[in-house]
């Protein structure tokens, strides 16, 4: 019985109203088009004055859909992939389907087992930023599809990927350094599995010999503010008069280092991030940073994601620029 003291609404007591098969009740209720209008429409008045609402289990399980997908991350402490999730997370929302969220914590082993149980349970996933070796995610992305990679590309296997310029974005923080008559440049690298690191590395590099006229000293550093922090001294023993970071985070930690070793910003060093995720403009000074963008990276992941669910056409590929946000971290290089 149901709180109001009436017989609960079946599936059957509204096929019994409508005079018709508790199938075509079904297709009614889980919208297919196979329904006369007349028949559809005896259904619905029927569910109507029944209070019937089908089962979201019962109703997942006929239609083979589970209204989730999920959302696999190399590290939930950093703020980029913060916003990637806001942004696939409401657009997802928009449209009736749930988000999940599993980090890989920057393991390479974890990230595959992450991403094979997420699919068992979702109707498609979205890597941002995977770690796993090409081969490796060439294999796994026929099990994981409906799939939508961010900031990594598989090209010949028709997997959408929304991909961040890094050459361009690290190509604008060099010229701008450049400018400001800076001619030592250490690079804070990041996780050596990372595709993104890859990409910022090959940009110096290829700038710097390419004649721009500045000497390049890479530094291993991570992800992190503790990465970026514990950097500090060996900074300053480059030489550099400029830090190009992995991050914004990495930045961050190197800025509180320096500020702790009586460095002045921009002074002596200047420093520069990437993204501009929401606390960049507050460090102090603060950042000079090239600005992507994650909320739209998040929407976009949940268009292509849904237009392989809805068999829909996808772009293979798009990729955004960031964008050079001057701030007060960076200055003229000192005079010798």
Not at 117 to 143: K, M, Q
Not at 255 to 282: K, M, N, Q, V, W
Request: glycine share 8%; net charge neutral.
């Amino acid at each position: 019985m149901s709180e109001n003291g009436r017989p609960t609404a079946t599936i059957r007591r509204v096929a019994e109203a409508a005079g018709v098969s508790r199938a075509t009740v079904s297709r009614v209720m889980n919208g297919r088009s196979t329904v006369a209008p007349e028949l559809a429409a005896r259904v619905l008045e029927a569910a109507r004055a029944l209070d019937y609402a089908p089962s979201p289990v019962a109703r997942s399980l006929a239609l083979g859909r589970t209204a989730t997908i999920a959302l696999i991350v190399p590290d939930l402490a950093n703020p980029m992939f913060q916003d990637v999730l806001r942004g696939l997370s409401q657009a997802a929302g928009e449209d009736g389907h749930r988000l999940i969220v599993a980090e890989s914590n920057e393991n390479v082993a974890n990230e595959e087992v992450l991403a094979v149980e997420a699919r068992r349970r979702c109707d498609g996933i979205v890597l941002a930023s995977p770690r796993l070796p090409t081969e490796d995610l060439e294999r796994l992305a026929p099990l994981l599809s409906p799939l939508v990679l961010i900031n990594r590309k598989l090209p010949g296997t028709g997997v959408p990927s929304l991909s961040v310029d890094h050459g361009a974005g690290i190509g604008d923080l060099v010229a701008h350094l450049l400018s400001l008559g800076h001619r030592r440049i250490a690079y804070l690298s990041g996780p050596s599995a990372s595709i993104s690191n890859q990409d910022r590395v090959d940009a110096l590099l290829r700038l710097s010999a390419e004649g721009r006229e500045f000497e390049l000293v890479q530094l291993a550093c991570g992800a992190t503010f503790e990465n970026g922090h514990a950097m500090a001294g060996a900074v300053v023993e480059t030489g550099a008069t400029a830090v190009v970071a992995y991050n914004d985070m990495v930045a961050f930690g190197a800025l509180s280092g320096l500020h702790e070793l009586g460095i002045p910003i921009p002074g002596r060093l200047s420093i520069t991030g990437f993204d501009d995720i929401p606390f960049a403009r507050y460090t102090t000074p603060p950042l000079t940073t090239a600005a992507v963008p994650k909320n739209v990276l998040g929407h976009q992941a949940w268009t292509q994601l849904s237009n392989q669910l809805h068999n829909n056409p996808t772009q293979n590929q798009a990729t955004f620029r960031p964008r050079l946000l001057v701030r007060g971290s960076t200055g003229r290089a000192p005079t010798p």
